[in-house]
């Protein structure tokens, strides 16, 4: 069976316009944290796992938004490709140190 | 003994300095088959631990929302998909190194087959992210409804929810 190679305007349309999608979910879910921290606020002692979770939830749309914004430019301009990947990479190991720490304190909570 | 001790002070530094010299040597192994190796191995690293982290954090959300609100099933879900965009990102990598050891005959895998897999990885990968951010905003907004509506069923079930699953 003979592949036929995929439009390459395909995928950059593709990933365009999924990174656009990110973008404006990662700003709402942004406006959305702003709002739970402020209903934390009231409480006079902020809960260890919902600084975790502020913090997690935090680095995630980071990381949402580092992967569009660098889908994009990578379409702009190659040389950002390992710019953004770096960044990616270290995103990622800070959002597993604090997913585990939320995990852990979210543990706590159910016990 | 003075020429014992300059020789053991040398192979002490040598042994000091061999982890940077060991990675040196991986990146140069790399560079003449035209692979990054410490990037890649960074990459590979950090989306593997992204794997771990998402599942651990995916099992604990849904634990609390079994006992909970339901809203945090819906984050969970998100940390699911989130698990499969990492192993995607880790198979890409993979992809790419077959790739280019194909090129130079080292691989016995077929190009078509290897340009198959490209292209199904390339169209998931951002069909994956943009679910998994729809339903964390989902996740999000039930989540501060909660909070705003009836904090008290953040953290244990609502009566009402209960009777109306029974």
Known sequence: ?111 | MKEVLKIMKKQTISFAFFPLLMFSGANLMGLDSGIDMSGTIVRLISFLLGVCGATYLAAGLWSRSEKGSNSWKYLSISMILFVFWNILGAFSILLDVLTIQATGNEVAVSMEALNLYKIIVKVLDPVIEVIVFIILLFGLRKIIYAMRTKPWTVFSKDEDEGEAIE
Do not use: H, Y
């Open chain 1, 1 to 111: 069976m003979k592949v036929k190679p995929l439009n390459d305007d395909f995928i950059v349309v593709l990933n365009t316009v999924a990174s656009m999608i990110v973008i404006i979910c990662s700003v709402l879910s942004f406006q959305l944290l702003v709002g739970i921290s402020r209903e934390l606020k009231g409480l006079k002692t902020m809960d260890l796992m919902w600084k975790n979770f502020i913090i997690m939830t935090n680095l995630f749309i980071l990381l949402g938004i580092t992967r569009a914004v660098g889908s994009i430019g990578t379409i702009i301009f190659e040389g950002f490709f390992p710019v953004f990947e770096a960044l990616l990479s270290v995103t990622l190991i800070l959002f597993f140190v604090f997913a585990i720490q939320l995990s852990i304190s979210i543990e706590e909570i159910t016990e």
